[in-house]
Nanobody, 126 residues
Framework: QVQLVEFGGGLVQAGGSLRLSCAGS????????MGWFRQAPGKEREFVAA????????DYADYAKGRFTISGDNAKNTVFLQMNSLKPEDTAVYYC???????????????????WGQGTQVTVSS
């Protein structure tokens, strides 16, 4: 049974930084794509960033490029999302997700992820 648990959300002022962590258990994730998605009130869940464990390829939403960085620690089955230069519009619940993927394939659509964490709230004040 795959389980994902997110950590690191909170309240931060605009321009600040947060680092989210997602700890996975239940299996090794060496052949998985790990993604971060977010959902703001009244909006649909949207892609933020993803990484393929087996190959290290990453992909980002346009709004995340240059501000967010996804990375992983294979030994700890943990994926991180470093978020810098945060804006009020980044306020949302951030979710970690996992899905099987071939070498260096990064999955960016949420409906292809069967495993999800419970989410962590990120609030950016102006």
């Amino acid at each position: 049974q795959v389980q994902l648990v997110e950590f690191g959300g909170g309240l931060v002022q605009a321009g600040g930084s947060l680092r989210l962590s997602c700890a996975g258990s239940g299996r090794t994730f060496s052949d998985y794509s790990m993604g971060w998605f977010r959902q703001a009130p009244g909006k649909e869940r949207e892609f933020v960033a993803a990484i393929n464990w087996n190959g290290g390829r990453t992909d980002y939403a346009d709004y995340a490029k240059g501000r967010f960085t996804i990375s992983g620690d294979n030994a700890k089955n943990t994926v991180f999302l470093q978020m810098n230069s945060l804006k009020p519009e980044d306020t949302a619940v951030y979710y970690c997700a996992a899905t099987f993927a071939s070498f260096n394939v990064v999955v960016t659509t949420h409906d292809r992820y069967p495993y999800w964490g419970q989410g962590t709230q990120v609030t950016v004040s102006s």
